[in-house]
């Protein structure tokens, strides 16, 4: 199975900071990794597809990077609406496992 | 409007049985993957298995593999998740999602799209 190794697990920032949270896999997954974010009591939602595809909708301070192992979710201004605990998933293989979570607060 | 509706949950005891059931509207079900992931309390993801447009491959995480299984019905535009031996680590909240791709160059990329608000099982004596 391909472990996802998603950093850090928490993190406190203040209102218009950048934001970037990590996700590691254990091999090469191209590209195929999705973030979410979760609010609390909330389902999920989807943010970012292929690694860097925003979906549309969601707003352009959201941006994805990475090629190979190494994946990045960025947060160029973060915005109190972005409190949420943040999700990779990796979509090469099955089992499609997700990273364990990165828990945005505000500071 | 692209809509997943759980129901299903409930509390059982340790060794018994649980079925959920996701029924959709706003999109042509029968036209999709569809996936089942859990989240234990207080806990991160955790992708449970999929089910195949026509019912004809299925995936399952190996914590469930044997115990549960994932059906759907086209007809009734519904997804199911028949669970048994259900152990007290399998206490979560259970989400219902549609999976889509996109071709970008010469790969093909799944994802999630559209979950439901979830259900609860709570396993205990």
């Known amino acids: 199975d391909i472990q996802m190794t998603q950093s850090p697990s928490s993190l406190s920032a203040s209102v218009g900071d950048r934001v970037t949270i990590t996700c590691r896999a254990s091999?090469?997954?191209?590209?195929?990794l999705a973030w979410y974010q979760q609010k609390p009591g909330k389902a999920p939602e989807l943010l970012l597809y292929?690694?860097?595809r925003l979906r549309s909708g969601v707003p352009s301070r959201f941006s994805g990077s990475g090629s190979g192992t190494d994946y990045t979710l960025t947060i160029s201004s973060l915005q109190p609406e972005d409190i949420a605990t943040y999700y990779c998933?990796?979509?090469?293989?099955?089992?499609?496992?997700f990273g364990q979570g990165t828990n945005l607060e505000i500071k | 409007e692209e809509q997943l509706v759980e129901s299903g949950g409930g509390l059982v005891q340790p060794g018994g049985s649980l079925r959920l059931s996701c029924s959709a509207s706003?999109?042509?079900?029968?036209?999709?993957?569809m996936t089942w992931v859990r989240q234990a309390p207080g806990k991160g993801l955790e992708w449970v298995g999929d089910?195949?447009?026509?019912?004809?491959?299925?995936h399952y995480v190996d914590s469930v593999k044997g115990r549960f299984t994932i059906s759907r019905d086209n007809a009734k535009n519904s997804l199911y998740l028949q669970m048994n031996s259900l152990r007290a680590e399998d206490t979560a909240v259970y989400y219902c999602?549609?999976?889509?791709?996109?071709?970008?160059?010469?790969?093909?990329?799944?994802?999630?799209?559209?979950w439901g608000k979830g259900t609860t099982v709570t396993v205990s004596s």
């Open positions: 999602a549609k999976e889509v791709g996109a071709t970008i160059g010469p790969y093909y990329y799944y994802y999630i799209d559209v």
């Open positions: 706003g999109f042509t079900f029968s036209g999709y993957w």
């Open positions: 089910i195949k447009q026509d019912g004809s491959d299925r």
């Open positions: 091999q090469g997954i191209t590209n195929s």
């Open positions: 292929a690694a860097s």
């Open positions: 998933q990796q979509y090469y293989s099955i089992p499609r496992i």
